[in-house]
């Protein structure tokens, strides 16, 4: 009787269950029945932010991050609980707009990411003013096909729409309480959906989120759409902080550098070119790994090769640039100061103090100087030059340029070359000692005026025997037509220019009392597919080879990133067979050549991020706007949190730790000292001033 018993309430139980499950599964169908729309928009918006993180970071990990996807749907349903207040013929609308608005923010983050593989900021709206000159580049060599899939998004919302008005589905008016419950019930999913979301924040996450530096890892764990509300909130914050935050500024800012030396550090080439002119080469994205390439046994950079050879060749060194490219290059070489976390200091903070380069040479009694043949106004050149302390700018205003001189983006680099000898020759005559910054040009993307770059072949020649004993070239297209190959023809004609111009400067007597700089500003910014092109081709497919072929080379994400080094040289017409002469395998970043340079030339600055390489040697670590670092044993990616260590030696988690640290705090302090204008001395007496102190 007992066991009927529980086998009775156990069937009861059972009927129970079933009747809750058929109930709220009728009241989850009638709820997905009545929000077509709204379920619509909320699905379609997270597959747009979704695919924004396949296309842009290839790891599962990332765009199907279960953080980045319940941040993107608590978005778009609080957002899209706001539709409620709208009558359902009106709700449409609003839901189309926001998806359009959502749809726009994909699609601007997805082009930008391809060119400056970060995530675009309201902060560079100040650089629109710079698209017309670069135009080309931009259509070209940044908007891909893949940009435009986010537009079926409102196309689809738009159809589903349609289809809805035909079966008459808006008939139905709900009064405005009902409007307003169906808002709160969905307001209420959202925040609870928040609450979950919050809960498996981690320290590090809150951390980042905070600082915005490291834009990949915040749309990894926060989705696209909380990184741009957060980046408008970040943007605004300095321009706060900047009148309240000084004083505390101020505090950290001593205390970081309150051990620092008052004078530099003497090694066996303190001085060694004090009182020699200085002629300093920005070469536009110019990368290391084009040194010593050939193709058909004709080398792309004969002159950069001579250079490294003859020079000292500094050849583990980054470049250090944010979204500000170029730009970004000239401050960090000038000023041992990276660039700031929001917008780039050559447009947003081109009216600070700092200390540089050209100014402490001036003390030395250097006439300085800069020239590129572009618009001074491009990147804000013509106020940030006269920041940095150059004493004339000699931009577009004073080359002739004609369109038969013209490739890319203006002046060509051999009449650029070619017109600047007469004005440097004229500066020598009239200054004891000079120092003078030119800038190329041509080697600048898109890399498309094939034609104007002279004979160049990037194919595969081979010569085979037939059987009947005759010889025969064969051409494979290799490089041919890739975007990679187009731009090793154009850094052959920019190192062809650089080359004729060492050559004219000789002949001038030029160089007997110089030293000659070069350093490349950035990578070329091409995709990754390319490089495993030219190391992986396959010649009987022309194609890529499988990678189980034991000849396939691994270049994965850390190989690309690690391959984004650029060459940095030091070069006298008399250095080659001097001790001198050598190769520094040390890592290097560009904050490290102010003070390698100041020590060689003696002069010295205080506020100085990077080091003297000779003092630090192995020790080095150089840092990288995202949060990155790379020192000579392990790089870090602070996007995966992970590490590749580049030698046998054991990396500890310690060491890790250190590092991470001394990362944040070198940017918060780089970012503070422009940003509040810290080496303003005046800045500071007057704030006293007005406090009455």
Known sequence: MKNIKNAMSNLFDKIKKNIIRIKT????SAYMKNNILFLTFVILSVINSTLLRFFCMHMLENYLSIKAILADVTVVVLIGSLGYLFKPKNRFTYFLSVNIFLTAICMINSIYYTFYTSFASVSMLSLTQYIGDVGDAVVENVIQLKDLVYILSPIILIIVNAKLKKKNYYRKIEIKSERKKRMFQTLTVGGVLAVIFLITMTPLDVSRFAKQWNKEYIVMRFGIYVYQANDVITTIQPKINSMFGYDKAKKEFLDYFAETPSESQKNEYTNIFAGKNVIVIHAESMQAN??????????????????????????????????????????????????????????????REYISTPK???EKGYYTFSMHANNADFWNRRSMHESLGYDRFF?????????ENTIGL?????????QSISKIKKINKENKNWYGLLIMLTNHTPFSDVEKYGEFEVNMKETITNEDGTTEEVIHPYMEGTKLGNYFKSYHYADEALGEFIDNLDKEGLLDNTVLVLYGDHDARLPKKDYNRLYNYDKETDSILSDDDPEYKEYDSYQYELGRKVPFLIWTKDMKGTELNKEITDVMGMYDVMPTLGNMFGFYNKYQLGHDIFNIK????????????????????????AYLSLTNEAITEDEIKRNNEYTTKLLDVSDDIIVFDLLNENKERNSKELEGE
């Open 360 to 362: 402490l040479l001036k």
């Open 618 to 641: 192995d020790n080095n670590i150089v840092v990288f706007p995202n949060g990155n670092w790379v020192t000579n044993k392990v790089y870090y990616n602070s996007q995966k949190g």
């Open 395 to 403: 931009s577009k205003k004073d080359y002739e340029v004609t369109k």
């Open 25 to 28: 599964e009728h009241l989850i």
């Open 410 to 418: 203006g002046l060509s680099d051999k009449e650029f070359f070619t």
């Open 290 to 351: 084009a040194i010593d390439l050939r193709f058909n046994d004709i080398e792309v950079t004969p002159t950069l090769n001579r250079l490294t050879k003859e020079g000292m060749y500094f050849s583990n060194f980054y470049s250090q640039v944010s979204v500000g490219t170029s730009s970004d290059a000239e401050l960090t070489y000038n000023t041992s100061l990276m660039p700031t976390k929001s917008g780039t200091a050559f447009v947003s903070y081109y009216n």
